[in-house]
């Protein structure tokens, strides 16, 4: 029957990880099973393959919790050695259900966990950058690794931080006139299989913008937003209701096609999909701030531990924002600014060049101003706005 059919396709796939045939193997089937045709056994797959996925899916979110002691065990058992082998992501992908990729990335993850970068550790990249003249050479993965052990930081950060170090035009990064952003947009569409560091090759001498700049304005270009529409909402929202909110960078790309949306409006999409029928329950900043204010706590650190703890739910960037926010609000030596105080934050910024201030310069106009690092953020921005200079 029809049943037993899709059935034994399914014991199949079991046995390898999705079943695709080759044209070999479909006409041994077919000469196998002479009653099918070459459509029907091509529906019989299909059909299959969904139902395979969707009770691997099952599986998956039943092991998620387990997931974390995985890769931890695994761990543990290679010792130290961080030699991955192909038997050893092929037993993590029978394990986890995950992809290659996602595989080595939680590996990474695991092995080598971010850190916290602190003006300390900014500084003393710099000085490597210095020692080991990484402004004419680009980095090893050995400098990589030693920079790294020094400051206390992965090699994923430290890298991220020399690149952004070496961009000198970044701590003073300008607003993009329409002259600039024309300028790329034309280079772009002229060269529309060109990678990135051509581009930056070619348009960072011309420009007086930072690489940064660059990269997120010609992903941009190449992704530009299209207008939304009930039709596309629709489209979107039915996809990810029958993939279970699963949406890989093959669909994502199938999806900007057939809608004209970027990948971004797309992924931003389902993101907030998925947070809105999660079974997790919404927790509002109120809350926090009740609970804050109940027990009494006004230490940044101690806060931090106890909404994480007391609010799993929130990520912790949100947290951190949250926090800054009440504790911002609860600063009692606050004062309204005066034109001797904008004079005095004015004064800073010219001596820096208008160079973004560091957690420490901010400090210490506080301490000079007696203002409240939210005022003091508002007035910096402002007097950066006036002088045409991006936040």
Known sequence: SHQEKIQFFCELMTQCDEFYPSWDQKHMMLRKWSFMDEMELGNLLREARLRHRNDSEQEKLAQKDEIPHIFQEFIEQKDGNATISREDIQFLKNQTGYSRAHILKDLRRHIDPPRNITPQKRKRIKECIQEHSLDQNKPSRNQIREIAAQVDLSQRQTRYLIRVLLDKTTSGMRILSR????????????????SLQNACTELLPRLEISQVQLVNYINRVRDSPGKWTPQKRKEILSFLQSNHGRLCTENLSKLARSTALSRNQIYGFAERWKRKNSAVPKVHRRDVFEWLTQNGINDKNKATEQVQQNFPSISSPVIQQIIFD??????????????????????????????????????????????????????????????????
Do not use: F
Request: glycine letters at 2%; one cysteine or more; aromatic letters at 6%.
């Open 179 to 194: 002259e600039t952003k024309s300028a790329i947009s034309e280079w772009v569409h002229s060269n529309p299989k060109a």
């Open 326 to 391: 009440y504790l911002d609000r609860n600063n009692q030596n606050a004062t309204s600014i005066t034109v001797a105080i904008r004079d005095t934050v004015l004064q800073k910024l010219e001596q820096c060049d208008w160079a973004k201030l560091s957690k420490d310069e901010y400090s210490q106009l506080q301490k000079m101003t007696g203002l409240s690092r939210r005022q003091l953020y508002s007035l910096v921005h402002e007097l950066r706005k006036k002088k045409q200079i991006k936040t």
